[in-house]
């Protein structure tokens, strides 16, 4: 995957974006217990949820300056004003650097009021992944990796108690400058090209 930024000289940030969803059920995974002693997890019923978007990043021409991670956590679930609020979080983190931002066929993410907004915004640019195609962005192995360590088996009692462990998720992520790549890896795309061959004949 190598986008094409002719007017851009010193490339652009290449951003693949998804949101997912945190409750209080807990995500069931296998542990360890004593043997005879079957663990079991307690916890309240309870229909509150919260929304989060990660918007994972990776330099078109420099790897060097590594992949950049932004997050938003919010109530409730997402709507257009949320959706924008976090494009606009996406430009205060970014720094007014030029984006193309690659997300799915949501159709939140394409309403009118969506289009509208992006068309105003000189630094950034929308492109539209596959349909069904999920295994194609990072970031769903960015939510795979939070499941699977901070939020496994958590039976928090309010929903900040699962926030709280989200965050942990991305402050471990964000400290592994590994990770990130290994999700884009994961993928099979490529944000650089390989270095064209020397022309120059051997003598």
């Known amino acids: 995957m190598t986008p094409r930024s002719p007017h851009h ?3 652009v940030w290449v951003v693949f974006l998804d949101e997912s969803g945190v409750s209080l059920l807990p995500q069931i995974r296998r542990t360890y217990s004593p043997r005879g002693r079957t ?6 019923p309870n229909r509150k949820r919260a929304s989060m978007a990660g918007a994972l ?6 790897p060097h300056r590594g992949a950049r991670l932004c997050f938003h956590l919010k109530p409730g679930s997402y709507d257009t004003a ?8 996406m430009k205060v983190f970014h720094r007014g650097e030029r984006v193309v931002l690659v997300r799915d066929g949501l159709s939140a993410h394409w309403s009118r009021a969506m ?3 992006p068309a105003e ?3 950034l640019t929308l492109e539209r992944s596959p349909a069904y195609a999920p295994e194609l962005n990072p970031v769903e192995l960015l939510w795979s990796s939070r499941k699977k360590r901070e939020l496994a088996n958590l039976a928090g009692d309010h929903l900040a108690d699962v926030a709280d462990a989200t965050e942990q998720g991305i402050h471990r992520i964000n400290a592994n400058p590994r990770l990130p790549w290994s999700f884009l890896a994961h993928t099979g795309l490529t944000i650089h090209p390989p270095r064209p061959p020397n022309s120059r004949k051997d003598q």
């Not at 663990?39 to 309240?44: A, T």
């Not at 990043?57 to 420099?62: A, E, L, N, R, V």
């Open 39 to 44: 663990p079991l997890l307690r916890h309240r």
């Open 9 to 11: 000289p010193h490339g």
């Open 115 to 117: 289009r509208a907004w």
């Open 121 to 123: 915004q000189d630094w």
């Open 82 to 89: 949320g959706l924008i609020e976090v494009l606009e979080q």
């Open 57 to 62: 990043g990776y330099h078109s021409t420099d």
